[in-house]
């Protein structure tokens, strides 16, 4: 659904199931860190997680599952973890995609791909493509994701428009901005759940997250199982969302 962020639902009240999750997946490395392992072997763990999350969205009708991989900041951590976080990137996609094809899901990434390798790139395009038929669930891995750098992004292509006169100023309005967003075509998250304590976004979908809940749990993202997952869908189901609506 393009444009997805605006019109807001106008109904107060108690909502439904999630359509839409997002996560942020942090802790790994306080995980391998209280076990003295490295960093690394939290990352690891961490993709076990994924696979889990996965099938607890499933379970519960999620329709949309969005997950935190990489950030547009995180190419400040140091080679060695940004070289073993691509190798386990790699890793996953050449193992997972069959699996998740198999059960109906399917995958796209965002974020900017032009900083990822090209053989990184192949595989999410191959994902993506063999992938896109698929109605059960969509996962959408956010990876080099910044919601700032996608805004700065959409920005420029809009102010090119203007300029080269196909536009105006004034055709600039909340659903346009959605449009040229990479989650244009997904609506916005119900739901955003961050592990390990944490209680910030960290750049993670800014715009799109203008009415989202927000669940933290101090779960590391290693240890984060099933029972997290219901948690927190059932913490979600026990808000009251207003839209700016009067309360009910
Ligand atoms: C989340 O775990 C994974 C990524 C950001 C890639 P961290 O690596 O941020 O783990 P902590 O926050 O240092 O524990
Ligand atoms: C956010 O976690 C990014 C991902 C989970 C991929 P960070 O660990 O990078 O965030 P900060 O640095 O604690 O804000
Ligand atoms: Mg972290």
Known sequence: MPGASVPLPVSAGPPESPRHVAVIMD???????SRGLPRLEGHRQGAESVRR????AIDHGVEYLTLFGFSSENWKRSEAEVNGLMSLLR????????ELDKNGVRFIVIGDRS?????????????????????????????????????VRAARVLARAVAAGEMTADDIDEPTI?????TADIPDPDLLIRTSGEQRISNFLLWQCAYTEFVFTDTLWPDFDESDFAAAISTYKGRERRFGAAGV
């Open 27 to 33: 802790g790994n490395g306080r995980w391998a860190k």
């Open 178 to 182: 959605s449009r040229y967003l990479y």
């Open 91 to 98: 890793l996953y996609l050449r193992r997972e995609i069959a």
């Open 115 to 151: 900083r990822l390798e090209p053989d990184i790139n192949k595989m999410i395009a191959d994902a993506e493509q063999r992938t896109a038929g698929n109605t059960r669930m969509t996962l959408v891995l956010a990876l080099s994701y910044g919601a700032r750098d996608e805004l």
């Open 53 to 56: 999350c996965i099938e607890a």
